[in-house]
C-alpha cells in the first residue's frame, strides 16, 4: 500500500512513525481485530490518523473511520486513497448520527478517557452495532496507568477503574468478556516443525504498509529439540517465560530516565555554551575596535615632520 507523508505528532496520538512501546500497543489492537472484520461492516470511531482503518481494510467488506479533527480526517484520505472499501469522514465520536445496526464490527481504540460525555459516546456506538454485532474498545486501566506509576497524562480528561469500565459496558451489553493488554519482557520458545502460523500471536513489520501476519517471524537465537524412540506426546505450540518483577523492563525504563536526564542537562550545558560564546564575542569586538583605530592612526613622528615643514 502507497504511503504518503506522516502527520505530525501532536505528543498523544500515535503516527505509524512512532517507535519502541507505543507502536507495539496500538498496531497489538488493530492486529487482534483484524480477523474478526473479514468481510464485515466496520466503524473505526476516533481513528486518528488512519492507520487502524486501513489494517481493517485489509479484510473488511468496507471500513468508515471517523475523527474530530478535520487535518486528520483529511491527511487519513490522501494517504490510504489505494483502498477503494476505505473511507473517511469527520465527526464528533460523541454525538454520532449513523443509521441504527449499520456496522457489524465498531472498534474505538483510547478514546474513552479523552471525553467526558463517556455515556454519549457508547450510546452512539451501540446504535449503530448489529444486534449480532461485537463493539471493541480499550481504555487504560486507572490503578496501573496513573495511580501505580505516578503518572498524568494530561490529554486524558476521565480514566477509568476496572469496576467502572465494566459498567458502562454492561448497562449496554449482557456479554462482555475483558482482556488485558500489557507490554512484557519474555523469552519465547515456538515450535518450528510443525510451525503453528495460528497460535504465536500477531506480527506486523515496521514499515507501516498495514499489513498483519499471525505466527511469529523472527530468526532463532537457539534451537532446542525434543527427541524420542517413541512416538512424541502431545506437545505445546509456544511457550512463554517471563518475571513478575519484570526486571530487565525496570532497568530499561531506568536507563531510559538517566538518557533522559542527561539529555536535559546537556541541552542546559549547550544553552550556557552558547551565551558565553556570545559573550566572548562581543567582548571580543570591543577590544578589536580600539586596537584597530590605533593601528591605523598616524604615528606621533610623521605629525611632528609635518608640523616642523
Known sequence: MSIGAPLEFTGERFTPECVREIWYEHWHRYA???????????????CGEGYGSAVLAQSAAAVLGLDIDPAAVAHARARYAALANLRY?????????????????????ETLEHVEAQ???????SHALADD???????????????AAGFRNEYHVRELYRDEFEQLLRRRFPYVRLYAQRLL??????????????????????????????????APMYFIAVCS????????????????????????????????????????????????????????????????????????????LAARR
Request: glycine share 8%; aromatic share 8%; no cysteine.
Open 229 to 304: 524412540r517413541q512416538p512424541l506426546p502431545p506437545l505445546p505450540a509456544s511457550s512463554w517465560f517471563g518475571d513478575r518483577d519484570e526486571t530487565v523492563y525496570r532497568h530499561y525504563n531506568h536507563e531510559i530516565r538517566q538518557n533522559m536526564a542527561a539529555g536535559g542537562r546537556i541541552a542546559e550545558l549547550e544553552a550556557q555554551l552558547a551565551a558565553l560564546q556570545r559573550e566572548h564575542a562581543v567582548l571580543a569586538a570591543g577590544v578589536a575596535a580600539p586596537a584597530a583605530a590605533t593601528a591605523t592612526a598616524t604615528p606621533w613622528w610623521r605629525r611632528w
Open 32 to 46: 487482534l481485530v483484524q480477523p474478526w472484520a473479514q468481510g464485515r461492516r466496520v466503524l473505526d470511531a476516533a
Open 185 to 218: 519482557f519474555q523469552s519465547a520458545i515456538w515450535s518450528l516443525d510443525p510451525p503453528d502460523p495460528q497460535g504465536a500471536g500477531h506480527y506486523a513489520t515496521a514499515d507501516g504498509d498495514g499489513g498483519v501476519e499471525q505466527g511469529l517471524h523472527y
Open 133 to 147: 454485532g461485537l463493539l471493541v474498545i480499550s481504555s487504560p486501566d486507572k490503578a496501573t496507568y496513573s495511580d
Open 119 to 125: 455515556d454519549a459516546l457508547l450510546d452512539g456506538l
Open 89 to 109: 469522514e469527520q465527526a464528533d465520536a460523541t454525538r454520532l448520527q449513523l443509521p441504527a445496526g449499520g456496522f457489524d464490527l465498531v472498534v474505538s481504540f
